[in-house]
């Protein structure tokens, strides 16, 4: 059974470019959560979907939007992006409570 | 009121020795309380976690200590190793059917001397 998958690995974009994030769960997970981890912090949470809806948000712009596809997996885009989005951004998923980790995307933003 | 506390940042262990990581929260809501360990270029992975009915959880190595009077969990692990130098995170969650987001800690980074 494969973990959760994400890609890309790596990403490099300029000031004021939109990027787009995908997520596939593990077998069985239903929601998708969104983290972004900034270098040395704890991740911080963005957004959760389920059922193909965001059912909750952490504290981020509406330049940070997502998307819940029939078979679960997830996009995460973001638009205008900024020198300070640059981070791993980690996909969870989950059937109940544990969440299981992506190996996450790294986005360098120059 | 959503914060979660984790301490120390950073600590260093002899091999054998034990590895205590300490965490506080706020928010009385909060009902599930998972540790991570996450090596460096990888994603979090979920250790162990503890719901507030229970004062203590162990599996192998690792247990978690749970007051839910003083709002406060631990990470304790036992006979340490270089393989469990890693970053620790500590996180809660409030889970209904609003969602499960988790709030995680700031982190603790590990080094295991041999």
């Known amino acids: 059974d494969a973990g959760v998958t994400q890609s890309p690995t790596h990403l490099i974009k300029t000031r004021g470019q939109q990027v787009t994030l995908r997520c596939s769960p593990k077998?069985?997970?239903?929601?998708v959560s969104w983290y972004q981890q900034a270098l040395g912090q704890g991740p911080q949470f963005i957004f959760q979907y389920y059922e193909e809806e965001e059912r909750q948000r952490g504290n981020f712009p509406d330049r940070f939007s997502g998307h819940q596809f029939p078979n679960y997996s997830s996009e995460l885009n973001v638009n205008a992006l900024l020198l300070g989005d640059s981070a791993l951004y980690l996909c969870?998923?989950?059937?109940?409570?544990?969440?299981?980790f992506g190996p996450g995307t790294r986005l360098t933003v120059l | 009121q959503q914060q979660v506390k984790q301490s120390p940042q950073s600590l260093i262990v002899q091999k054998g020795g034990i590895s205590i990581i300490n965490c506080a929260y706020e928010?009385?809501?909060?009902?599930?309380f998972p540790w991570y360990q996450q090596f460096p270029g990888k994603g979090p992975a979920l250790l162990i976690a503890?719901?507030?009915?229970?004062s203590e959880k162990k599996e192998g190595r690792f247990t978690i200590s749970f007051n839910k009077s003083a709002k406060q969990f631990s990470l304790h692990i036992m006979d340490s190793q270089p393989g469990d130098s890693a970053t620790y995170f500590c996180a809660a969650s409030m889970i209904s059917a609003a969602g499960n987001k988790l709030t995680f800690g700031g982190g603790t980074r590990v080094l295991v001397k041999p």
């Open positions: 077998s069985g997970h239903d929601t």
């Open positions: 928010n009385t809501a909060f009902d599930y």
């Open positions: 503890i719901r507030p009915d229970v």
């Open positions: 969870a998923s989950s059937f109940k409570a544990e969440q299981f």
